[in-house]
């Protein structure tokens, strides 16, 4: 009877080793490969690095294949080609989520200043004589921040587009136009600011405030979000960890470190990004939606492009803002 009993103990022991081992190999043949798109500099990588090293997406059974673009509207035309599932923008792509192109389901950062960067040849000396840029060549980059940036400079000062010579091009070309001083001025981020600023003698970079919030954001295809949200959620959960950590300032040495390796770059000159935004930590996200600071971030950045033209009326949040994702994946 002991012996009946015994085989029959081994038998169940037996069949539960088996089972975990096929619910293992299970649970690893349903990791997630996502292809995730980012610009090279430290808003886009801050905190997306930290989540793969430190292994908060492996976690969540995902795997992270980063790809390197120059701006948000070409990010979202890759998600739309099937080749990104996932990517972060700057503040100017933002209106193409607002006019439903693609779906916001994290925020990453904030700031409410811009710059223009201006060479001597633009007589532009200061924020007061931005005025001196009329009938000046000016670079940007069209459907990003750079454009929104430069709209902003333009409106503090009095002037529109019509009145200066504005030449549209990539950013990395932006670097080139202004070191051989084919334009006067331009709209940069990092690290393409960063590099003008080094190559282009003379030349000064002017923060100006604005009267909207600049955000930036990690977004989908609104297709991709309906038909992936576990994804979505899985991928968020892991972000937010990270954020609660490199957002904070003891730690952005490390989350540099990560960036400056990633883009090849030297970590001290990568340091002065750091001051280029305010960026979230996990309970900043959950306290800004509980008190309505994200939804007001969010709608004041709306107003601003309904005030610029690019977009023609009013959307509600909730079309392309999916808050109620952000709730679920930070939890209680």
């Known amino acids: 009877m002991l012996k009946g009993t015994m085989k029959k103990l081994l038998g169940v022991a037996a069949a539960a080793a088996m089972t975990l081992a096929m619910a293992t190999v299970g649970h690893a043949e349903e990791t997630i490969e996502l292809n995730v798109a980012y610009m090279p500099n430290y808003a886009s990588l801050w905190s997306v690095l930290t989540g793969i090293d430190q292994g908060f997406f492996a976690e969540e059974g995902l795997e992270i294949k980063l790809w390197e673009f120059a701006d948000g509207p070409s990010e979202i035309a890759a998600m739309e080609g099937g080749s990104i599932d996932i990517a972060y923008i700057g503040h100017g792509a933002h209106k193409l ?161 990560l960036y400056a390796t990633q883009c090849a770059k030297d970590k001290d000159a990568c340091m002065v990004e750091t001051g280029d935004a305010t960026w979230f930590s996990a309970d900043d996200v959950k306290n800004g939606i509980a008190d309505g600071t994200m939804q007001d971030y969010y709608q004041r950045q709306q107003q601003m492009f309904i005030d610029s033209g690019d977009v023609e009326a009013e959307v509600p949040l909730e079309n392309y803002v999916l808050f109620d994702l952000m709730t679920e994946a930070l939890g209680e």
């Open 97 to 257: 989520c607002i006019n439903g192109q693609a779906t916001i389901f994290a925020p990453s950062s904030v700031h409410s200043t811009d710059k223009i960067i201006v060479l001597p040849s633009s007589e532009v000396t200061s924020v007061d004589d931005i005025a001196n840029l009329k009938g000046k060549k000016v670079a940007y980059n069209a459907g990003s921040s750079s454009e929104t940036a430069l709209n902003g400079a333009l409106a503090a000062a009095g002037l529109t587009m019509d009145d200066i010579e504005a030449y549209e091009m990539d950013a990395t070309n932006m670097v080139a136009a202004m070191s051989s001083g084919s334009v006067d001025a331009c709209t940069a981020w990092n690290p393409y600011s960063n590099q003008i600023m080094q190559n282009c003698e003379g030349a000064l970079e002017l923060e100006f405030a604005t009267d909207s919030v600049n955000l930036s954001s990690w977004i989908c295809l609104p297709s991709y979000a309906e038909e992936n949200r576990d994804i979505l959620l899985r991928f968020s959960r892991a972000l937010y960890k990270a954020m609660a950590y490199s957002s904070q300032e003891e730690n952005w040495d490390y989350a540099v470190g």
